[in-house]
């Protein structure tokens, strides 16, 4: 257990929707990274969150956006949903300013269909 | 795109044998990792090697990292049962405090009971 959590585990759209992704840090990490894993591939970043602001996005269009909160918790929010935003949305913390800014902590990911 | 590519793709070996798996990368690195995922869960860290380093263990793991040649390799000896899984490789990119990581394709390993 990396006690970081996501919610929900799993979601169904439909094209078009809106939705939104949250995620909780464990416990003294500052920095919040956002994955999107396809079936069979590897987790594409989406963007990173570090004191609140975006440090560094991946390439995804605009409508993926997020936030992150005084107490490091985030959300990932997609609009107007495509059918290939199907896959699994993995969060990671990590404590950046030390040694070991860049060992991720994962949570379990949210599964998100869209139909 | 992926920074890094593993190779194999998949494997498949008996229990007890050793598990090879490589990665190469196309950008300059501050250090590389290699992550282990359960179907459909979560990543987990395994080891971490910099960039002046050459070769570090952990347990069954034995990682080595060629910055000259651009890739490294993830060994796992006497596999067992419980190491099927995806394995990925991933690079620190940039030079804040707060460093961006890049994942590979992973190698699917099985391993034959």
């Known amino acids: 257990e990396t006690g970081v959590t996501q919610s929900p585990t799993h979601l169904i759209k439909t094209r078009g929707q809106q939705v939104t992704l949250r995620c909780s840090s464990q416990s003294g990490h500052n920095t919040v990274s956002w994955y999107q894993q396809a079936l069979g591939q590897g987790p594409q970043f989406i963007f990173q969150?570090?004191?609140?602001?975006?440090?560094g996005r991946g390439n995804f269009p605009p409508r993926f956006s997020g936030l992150q909160f005084p107490n490091y918790s985030s959300e990932l929010n997609v609009n107007a949903l495509e059918l290939d935003d199907s896959a699994l949305y993995l969060c990671?913390?990590?404590?950046?300013?030390?040694?070991?800014?860049?060992?991720?902590?994962f949570g379990s990911g949210t599964q998100l269909s869209v139909l | 795109s992926q920074q890094g590519e593993e190779d194999p793709q998949a494997l498949s070996i008996q229990e007890g044998e050793n598990a090879t798996m490589n990665c190469s990368y196309k950008t300059s690195i501050n250090n590389l990792q290699w992550y282990r995922q359960n179907s459909g869960r979560g990543l987990v860290h395994l080891i971490l090697?910099?960039?002046?380093?050459r070769e570090k263990h952990s347990g069954r793991l034995r990682v080595t990292l060629d910055t000259s040649k651009k890739s490294s390799s993830l060994l796992i000896t006497a596999s067992r049962a419980a190491d099927t899984a995806s394995y990925f490789c991933a690079t620190a990119v940039g030079y804040s405090s707060a460093s961006k990581i890049i994942f590979g394709s992973g190698t699917r390993l099985s391993i034959r009971p």
């Open positions: 969150y570090y004191r609140e602001e975006e440090n």
């Open positions: 090697i910099r960039s002046n380093e």
């Open positions: 990671a913390s990590s404590l950046a300013g030390t040694d070991n800014n860049e060992k991720l902590f």
